[in-house]
């Protein structure tokens, strides 16, 4: 998941950005970036929750926790303002996730 999301950062961050930033003053662009985000959210529930009982505690808290880490803010922040490579922001999501999700 997290390279895939790496991916879909570089590709298409813009366009999410532009998407939530124009939502702000336009309802349906709003209701199309709740819309995705809902749809990102419904498939960590399912990868998460497919996974073996008990590699998580709560199934919610860590889709929450997967979707404050990597989202297009963070991915932003540490490429533009960090000068991070995106193969190093792909590392450290999932270096995190490990150490935030597994027991």
Do not use: K
């Not at 961050?13 to 349906?28: F, M």
């Not at 073996?52 to 979707?67: M, N, Q, S």
């Not at 803010?73 to 000068?83: A, F, H, K, V």
């Amino acid at each position: 998941m997290v390279a895939f999301d790496r991916r879909f950062m570089e590709r298409g961050g813009d366009v999410i950005a532009t998407l939530r930033d124009a939502g702000r003053v336009e309802p349906d662009l709003a209701a199309a970036h709740r819309q995705g985000r809902s749809r990102a959210m419904d498939l960590r529930r399912r990868v998460i929750g497919a996974w073996p009982a008990g590699t998580v505690r709560d199934v919610e808290e860590a889709c929450a926790t997967y979707a404050g880490l990597c989202n297009i803010d963070t991915y932003r922040s540490l490429i533009e303002e960090q000068g991070w490579s995106p193969d190093r922001v792909e590392r450290w999501w999932r270096e995190s996730l490990v150490r935030l999700l597994l027991p």
